[in-house]
């Protein structure tokens, strides 16, 4: 297991453009945006730069975790070279848990290199409020979307399948999540809706870890995050032994 | 961590009444192997014949743990393939028939981190791959990046992937189609290496010259059963006796009764003597005779009788 762990975290090494330096510059250019377009604005005692810098640096975790094992799955299932899972002895529990742990790495060795690139342009944002939550935050949310890249990956036969997926369900989710805007700031329903969103407690959980600023209980985000982690974790299951051992 | 497995006194493989129905986009079934049961004695080398879509690759996909069987059970070394998959794929090397290659990752690589999916501990796996890589003559090739190479270098690379954690039966699917005569040359050593090393060896393979060179023990597939298995010469000698085997150059000539035609080859039956009968064909073929024999005949010759005749039906 752990071997298919370091050769999945080599993959992502080998590209490293693409999928370590391309989201951080897509978080620049947000800042740089948002920098120029809302200077001075405050959501409660938060600047709004801080705010949507945290909601960024979340759905940087989300997309890296989604995205690693999800194409790295796609793409084996394409070239043919599924077949070196399918031989290899390794349980099927085994086989997500390891693409699911390096798609955990990515998201944090991506948030690490954005922070230590963009935490300057922040003005007044130090080190997490809640250092604990914070690690809490990371490992969960990048272990929860790995998951749901792993099941994505093993689920969808081709490149259109994948793409619809993130275009057409994971993109809206992240984008009314709460990234950009405070959802208890919406109208109803919509507010109410956003609840259902599982993204959206990974952005708050992890917004408030690092900010304290928290649109609702965090506890409750805490809880549906884990609620969520299972219900991934069990179609990631389902979905690897199916496509592991054949009928 | 390298697993541990009593295998002494244990066949490599026991097949017994294995059945794989498939069915199509019509929902109609079909049976891709029907009732196929079969021992493979340790350190031996066994020939998995059969024609195109004779169930060979569903076969070796179910010992391999592929694939599910819908009946009937597989035993890899007294290991059931289904329930201790884990521990079987250990003790097996397979080269699939498909040649796939990692995009991103050097031959190195791609057979490091391969190899610690079996279980190669760390500090071996250098040594290892120096080793396959030199065995396969690729040691030049191994930073190289594994897609830029040649497709006889991959199908190599392909073999390296499955031998690096020293299996006790290797499974080769097809291993030379495709490749030129050198390479082919290569893998056949290699195989025979690895054989008398201890390793017990399973391959299909469309190139009865192939069986013919390698293999002790045959089993031939056709239309999902098994028609024929056991070893080469025994059957060879069946299917020898009380005829005479003869190719002629101008194919056209006037046939001598009794003659008939397989393959490239003709059979003639035995009737009084093998002396008498050899005069008979050589006086009426004369100087048209390219060759003649009476000795075991040959796999294409027991290919063709077994698979074109009423056995295949």
Redesign the interface.
């Known amino acids: 297991m752990?071997?298919?762990y370091?050769?999945e975290v080599?993959?992502f090494q080998?590209?490293w453009i693409d999928t370590v330096f391309n989201p951080i510059v897509t978080v620049g250019l947000y800042l740089g945006v948002f920098g120029v377009v809302t200077s001075g604005q405050q959501i409660g005692d938060l600047p709004y730069l801080t705010f949507v810098y945290t909601g960024l640096l979340a759905m940087l975790i989300i997309n890296n975790s989604f995205s690693n094992p999800s194409f790295a799955l796609v793409?084996a299932k394409n070239?043919?070279?599924i077949?070196?899972l399918?031989?290899?002895?390794?349980?099927p529990w085994r086989i997500g848990v390891a693409y699911a742990m390096a798609a955990f790495t990515r998201g944090v060795i991506t948030l690490c290199i954005a922070l230590l690139a963009t935490v300057w342009f922040i003005p007044g944002l130090g080190l997490p409020e809640h250092p604990l939550y914070f690690i809490f935050a990371l490992f969960l949310t990048g272990i929860e979307f790995g998951m749901l890249g792993v099941a994505f990956g093993f689920w969808a036969k081709n490149f259109e399948a994948l793409t619809f997926m993130s275009t057409f369900v994971m993109q809206p989710m992240i984008f009314l999540a709460g990234v950009f805007y405070p959802v208890a700031n919406l109208p109803s329903p919509w507010s109410t809706i956003s609840l259902f969103n599982p993204v959206h407690h990974n952005i708050n959980f992890f917004r408030y870890a690092f900010t304290g600023y928290s649109d609702i209980s965090p506890i409750i985000s805490l809880l549906v995050i884990l609620g969520f982690s299972f219900v991934f974790f069990v179609a990631m299951q389902i979905l690897t032994k199916k496509n592991i051992?054949?009928? | 961590m390298l697993l541990e497995v009593d295998i002494l006194g244990m066949f490599p493989l026991r097949i017994n009444n294995v059945s794989k129905i498939f069915k199509n986009s019509k929902g109609q079934e079909f049976k891709a192997v029907d009732g196929i049961s079969l021992n493979i004695e340790p350190g031996k080398i066994y020939g998995l014949l059969g024609p195109n879509g004779a169930g060979k690759s569903t076969l070796i996909n179910m010992i391999s743990g592929l694939l599910l069987p819908n009946q009937g059970g597989i035993e890899l070394f007294g290991l059931d393939v289904v329930k201790d998959s884990n521990k079987t794929k250990q003790l097996i090397g397979v080269v699939p028939q498909e040649i796939v290659v990692e995009m991103a990752f050097t031959v190195e690589e791609v057979l490091y981190y391969f190899s610690g999916m079996y279980g190669v501990p760390r500090h071996e796996r250098k040594a290892r791959i120096k080793a396959v890589l030199e065995d396969l003559d690729l040691a030049d090739k191994m930073h190289e990046r594994a897609r830029n190479l040649s497709g006889g270098m991959k199908r190599r690379l392909m073999v390296a992937k499955a031998i690096l954690h020293r299996p006790k039966l290797l499974i080769l699917d097809e291993p030379t189609a495709g490749v030129d005569v050198s390479l082919r040359q290569r893998i056949w050593a290699l195989i025979r290496r690895l054989n008398a090393e201890g390793t017990t060896i399973l391959f299909t393979t469309h190139y009865l010259e192939e069986a013919e060179q390698l293999c002790e023990y045959i089993a031939l597939v056709d239309h999902g059963h098994l028609i024929k298995s056991g070893k080469l010469k025994d059957i060879q000698q069946e299917f020898s006796k009380n005829s005479i085997h003869f190719e002629l150059f101008d194919r056209t000539a006037a046939p001598l009764t009794g003659v008939s035609e397989v393959g490239v080859e003709y059979e003639y039956p035995i009737t009084s003597d093998l002396a008498t009968d050899m005069a008979k064909l050589t006086s009426h073929y004369n100087h048209n005779l390219k060759s003649i024999r009476s000795e075991a005949a040959s796999l294409e010759h027991i290919f063709l009788k077994l698979t074109n005749s009423g056995l295949s039906s």
């Open positions: 752990w071997a298919l370091a050769r080599k993959r080998k590209i793409i070239l043919g070279n077949v070196d399918q031989l290899a002895p390794i349980a051992v054949l009928k």
